[in-house]
């Protein structure tokens, strides 16, 4: 591997044009493809084979007008004024007419008339009437009540108690995310325009975002400071934008990829902002590895640019390849789970990497071949020369020996620290961003608590219940609708019932339930439950199947479904991955120890998101003001690409103790010597990446914003704590029994050679004349 790997460096750097312009096409032709075709992303949890799923699949079967996306408008009149009432009046009601009129929205009077004009034939009136008998009743006071016109309820509009507000709920003709470019803001905006003459504001819901924001400002300023922790660890202007044009070009290819196949296959926005995060991190990390490995090559050993590039390449682009494939094979991992959203995610995220490493191993070495000598200021080379005559290892040698005497503290720290932040982890609560999980600035949160305010908490997430005929081709009859309606009716956490549509054939009926708690409480989940218990005592008595979807219920079935597979995906990622490193490392305890950190790791993470989010601690502190239960598929997203990266500073970091260990030291000296080469470059490396993680932080959505904070925080534990403190530590203590391998498990294993043995012994690296100082080779090889 390192000799094929040189000799690639070796003709990048010689004949760079030809590798720049293999990229440069391959860019362009995804640019072009961008250009010509729109993005098409989604913010719908889908999992298929889940109960609630399985309903709405059903329904775009038997009610395919019922299978469009959810929209809902909150306006709400200035202080004092009803919206029901005077001017307000007619402007809510041009705004409804708006809304109903724009050509992706289905216009419910539209379907009442041609009911109305069926009569008593009408399937759909008799059910409506049915329903509102059995679930009718007196109202409280504070109950919304209809907008009427012309003496008919406008279909869709309800108005609060007090008349301050009122709530448009519609429905697309398609999902969000299938609709048209700019659909749902020019929804939006003619509403705005209707309302706008009596002072109505118009709040949109959390449902009737289109297509998220994958870059703001945070990400911007995570890049940025990436570029200067780059800047300040190579002291180089032109070093330092190396690494950056390696991460840039890798997300575009990567990410650009992907979005120009969002027209063939769903793209969810976090699988594009997984991509774009891990795309950037591990492309700059990456880069970064090989380029001080060269630096060092040139610096402290007196080789050329031309040659210490294909060294690097060959040494420490083996440990990018490897780290690399540990991170490809915890993202593959999820595709054991069978579910189409995370094969998706891991599939993008895995392409992206594997486009970051081939991009370091070509295009870096190919960059470096034009940069030359510049790499490496004329200040770095003074600088390794006073290292040199004062026989130190830097700040990072003098941390690892001090981890070396202090082993015993330093390990009993590192097993503390994360076991403590693990704690608030037990009372992890796991469901679906809600209006609520927004910030309070947003629109999406306004609306939420308006709702929440005016008509109950319950309206931002009424379940859905389909009610089909048991005897196959017989409509449902009004009487059984009435005694479904009545069952239902009866359960504990009910707000009301309405029919919200039904089919041709009048075999199948949806019924609207609204609770009495909000979305992502315990009360709605124990709701859904009920409602399911109490399906196969409907089938009993009326002859009638039933089915309830909506957020809460998907909410469920999507945490039920991933809590059952994480075992068998930990399982499967730790096992390929033990078998990675026990190959790389040829050694027992390194693996089993670099597994065991990571299990502190993302205890520790989920602990600290738990806390954030879930508990509302520290939210002040990175800007952030909502609570809400952790997103559902954190866990198993987050426990991938963590061990993945946790690995990667693994690879780095032990290779650089093996290769000192392989080439003399002793076990302990190894473990400093390692230390030396490698702390200060995985230090950098892993600041950039939670620099550039914890830039999602502070984007609007709720789940990249959980994902971000999360992965940040986990590389931060990870880096620091466990691979920096716990490892070395462990390294230390175990002295030569580290290196341990079973003789017969010693021969059947290949060398991969990582360390670059077998490249410096079939081409050994050129040495300075005879009598000539190391720094004076040093300073005439750079020009060689």
Known sequence: MS?????????????????????????????????????????????????????????????????????????????????????????????????????????????????????????????????????????????????????????????????????????????????????????????????????????PSAAMMEIPDIVGVGEVVGVAVAAVVLLLTLGSVVAAGLPLVIALVGVTVGVGGAFTLSAVFELHSLAAVLALMLGLAVGIDYALFILNRQRRLILDDGLDAHEAAGRAVGTAGSAVFFAGSTVIIALAGLLVVGITLLSTMALVAAATIAVAVLLALTLLPALLGLVKDRVCTARARRRARR?????????????????????????????????????????????????????????????????????????NGPLLIAVSSAAKGQPLTPQTLSAVTSDLRDLKGVTSLSLAGMNNTGNTAVLSLVPGSGPNDDATKDLVTAVRDLSAQISDRHSATIGITGFTALAIDVSDRLADVLPLYVATVLGLSLIVLLLVFRSLLVPVTATLGFLLSIGA?????????????????????????????????????????????????????????????????????????????????????????????????????????ALAAGVLIDAFVVRMTLIPATMALAGEKAWWLPARLDRLLPDLDVEGDRLAQRIPPPRPAAGQPRTAARGAGTHG
Request: glycine residues 10%; aromatic residues 8%.
């Open 387 to 459: 290292r040199e005559d004062s026989a130190g290892h830097g700040r990072a040698g003098r941390w690892g020996s001090r981890l070396v005497r202090h082993r015993y503290a330093a390990l009993a720290a590192a097993i503390l620290i994360p076991a403590i932040l693990a704690v608030p982890a037990a009372g992890m609560r796991l469901g679906l961003p809600s209006g609520a999980s927004y910030d309070p600035d947003t629109g999406q949160r306004q609306s939420y608590d308006l709702v929440s305010d005016a008509y109950g908490p319950g309206y």
């Open 3 to 203: 000799v094929l790997l040189y000799r690639l460096g070796r003709y990048a750097y010689g004949k760079p044009w030809y590798v720049i312009g293999g990229w440069l096409a391959v860019t362009a032709a995804v640019v072009a493809l961008l250009a010509t075709q729109p993005v098409r992303l989604s913010n719908d949890v889908r999992i298929d084979g889940t109960p609630a799923q399985r309903v709405i699949d059903d329904l775009a079967d038997s009610l395919p007008e019922s299978s469009g996306g959810q929209g809902m408008l909150v306006l709400q009149a200035p202080d004092d004024a009803r919206v029901d009432d005077g001017k307000a009046r007619t402007a809510l009601l041009a705004a409804v007419d708006a809304v109903y009129r724009h050509d992706h929205v289905i216009d419910p009077r539209a379907v009442l008339a041609r009911e109305l004009a069926k009569g008593g034939k009408s399937p759909l009136l008799r059910a409506q009437a049915a329903v509102a008998q059995a679930a009718g009743g007196s109202s409280p006071a504070e109950a919304p009540l209809p907008l009427e016109a012309d003496g008919q309820p406008v279909p869709g509009v309800i108005v609060s108690a007090d008349g301050a507000t009122a709530l448009l709920q519609f429905q697309f003709d398609e999902q969000t995310y299938e609709l048209p470019s700019g659909t749902v803001d020019s929804v939006v905006e003619a509403a705005e325009d209707r309302a706008a003459p009596a002072g109505l504001k118009v709040l």
């Open 605 to 709: 993470t989920f602990g600290l998101t738990t806390a954030v989010f879930q508990w509302g601690w520290l939210q002040d502190v990175i800007g952030l003001d909502a609570t809400a239960p952790v997103v559902s598929l954190l866990p198993v997203i987050v426990t991938g690409v963590l061990y993945g990266l946790a690995m990667d500073y693994q690879m780095f970091l032990v290779t650089s103790m093996r290769e000192a260990h392989v080439h003399g030291a002793s076990a302990r000296n190894a473990t400093v010597v390692g230390f030396a080469r490698a702390g200060s470059v995985v230090l950098a490396a892993a600041t950039i990446m939670v620099s550039v993680f914890a830039g999602f932080v502070f984007n609007a959505q709720p789940m990249i914003k959980q994902a971000g904070f």
